[in-house]
């Protein structure tokens, strides 16, 4: 093996394993995030809210990424072209579909912030979700009230529930805002955030790409050369 393929193959090594460290800390950090929200129980069955969407993707992103850098590692120490190629496409596929969602989250930004007021919009408007103890639990998970802010219960009932408020929902000054503006601007602070750590990763993970591909075709034309 010649010097130049030798220092490829341990660049992507040493790429991999900071690349899978990156990964464990973005499930680490999507872990602590979902534990800060918390979990809801309705009718005794206990769930995360929907809030909890973003941190449970960043776990699976993160995870997936610990996987394909580990077949990475494996691929660059036992110099197998065959690994090497399924990790290259492995991360090729991984980067295409990130790529998708940041030009997604960049070009339908308004399109985004209304859907996610549409799961608000739709567990207000359902009889069963507000019955059943779904929109109290958001309420209680998001420190919010009704949908566009108390007036949406004091129009029809002479008191708030409790989880309207912060302390006695006797003074209006203890009353929480509306839970669509605040599930709003929780997804968009969180989606923006993503955004940039998705370039970041695309930029990282191309690099990897290029060194796969000129780990797997060095080795491949070793391995032709003294097949002769």
């Not at 968009?188 to 690099?207: D, F, M, N, P, Q």
Request: hydrophobic share 45%; net charge neutral.
């Amino acid at each position: 093996m010649d010097c130049g393929t030798s220092m490829v193959k341990y660049i992507l090594f040493i790429f991999n394993i900071i690349v899978s460290l990156l990964g464990i800390l973005a499930i680490v950090y999507g872990v602590l995030i979902l534990n800060s929200i918390g979990t809801i129980e309705v009718n005794g069955q206990v769930g995360f809210p929907p809030q909890a969407a973003m941190p449970i993707i960043l776990i699976a992103i993160g995870s997936i990424v610990v996987f394909i850098s580990f077949l990475g590692c494996c691929g660059a120490i036992r110099e197998s072209v065959c690994m090497t190629m399924s990790y290259a496409v492995c991360l090729l596929i991984l980067l295409i579909l990130q790529l998708t969602i940041v030009v997604l989250l960049f070009t339908n930004r308004d399109k985004f912030d209304a859907s996610m007021g549409e799961v608000i919009d739709q567990a207000w408007k359902s009889r069963e979700s507000r019955e059943g103890g779904v929109f109290d639990a958001i309420q209680k998970s998001l420190h919010c009230c009704g949908r566009s802010g108390p007036e949406d219960y004091l129009s029809t009932l002479s008191t708030l529930p409790a989880s309207c408020c912060e302390g006695s929902c006797l003074n209006p000054l203890n009353y929480y805002g509306g839970c669509r503006g605040k599930f709003v601007e929780f997804m968009s602070g969180s989606t923006e955030k993503a955004k940039y750590v998705g370039i970041g990763l695309i930029a990282v993970e191309l690099v990897g790409f290029i060194f796969a591909c000129c780990l797997a075709n060095n080795v491949r034309n070793y391995k032709r050369r003294n097949a002769y």
